[in-house]
């Protein structure tokens, strides 16, 4: 695997439903990043993850908990979500203190809450 | 708070013919990207723009960057079907050792033959 890669690609949850979205950089990267994309709105920041500490959280709701166990993994674990949760979940990953600190994204989560 | 907008937001046009994308700013940043984003696919790096009047160019896509007027440009010249996407620029906002991201709102272009 190579790049940013996200599991699943589609999720279909009910509102009382658990589920994680799972994400993996292979760059080697020290930075990660949750970012939630709806169909009306810009692309929305949720969390950064630096060093695996998390060092932004842009006011989400407690539904959403992120989890960064390691440089290379980001989860983001789904509780109770409402139907207005349903959009594109996009992970990022870049690689700080040296070049242009661009963010690569993942291919995504199709999140449908019904 | 840094807020990002692009105009237009939709842009229908011919192929072969320029145009033109605008991103303005609200805050200093010393860095500008623009992203392309395919329907259902996720966000491809284009360019990263890092000193005012920094210009770089990529086949038939041109950038450029004004940071005092915090204005970054995307140029198309001679479109093709193939350009037709999604575009972004985003802004950089450092924190912590990390950096946030602030987005525009994209615009959707489309080239019709």
Not at chain 1, 18 to 42: D, I, R, T, V
Not at chain 1, 76 to 93: G, I, K, M, R, V
Request: hydrophobic share 35%; with cysteine.
């Amino acid at each position: 695997e190579t790049g940013v890669t996200q599991t699943p690609r589609h999720l279909v949850m009910g509102m009382t439903n658990k589920k994680s979205l799972k994400c993996e950089q292979h760059l080697g990267h020290n930075a990660m990043y949750w970012y939630k994309q709806s169909a009306k709105k810009p692309l929305e920041l949720m969390f950064v993850y630096s060093l695996e500490e998390r060092v932004e959280n842009n006011s989400v709701p407690s539904r959403f908990s992120p989890e960064c166990p390691n440089s290379s993994h980001l989860f983001l674990h789904l509780h109770t979500l409402q139907p207005e949760d349903s959009a594109l979940y996009l992970c990022a990953s870049s690689q700080e203190l040296a070049g242009a600190h661009e963010q690569f994204f993942g291919p995504g989560t199709r999140l449908t809450v019904l | 708070e840094l807020k990002v907008e692009q105009n237009p937001l939709f842009l229908s046009m011919q192929e072969g013919k320029n145009y033109t994308i605008y991103c303005n700013y609200s805050t200093t940043s010393d860095r500008l990207y623009w992203y392309r984003q395919d329907p259902g696919k996720s966000l491809e790096s284009l360019f990263v723009l890092l000193s005012n009047g920094a210009v770089k160019q990529e086949g038939r896509l041109m950038a450029s960057l004004d940071t005092k007027a915090r204005l970054s440009t995307l140029h198309i010249t001679a479109a093709v079907h193939d350009l037709s996407a999604t575009y972004f620029c985003a802004v950089r906002n450092r924190i912590q050792g990390a950096q946030k991201l602030v987005f525009g709102q994209g615009t959707r272009l489309t080239i019709n033959p």
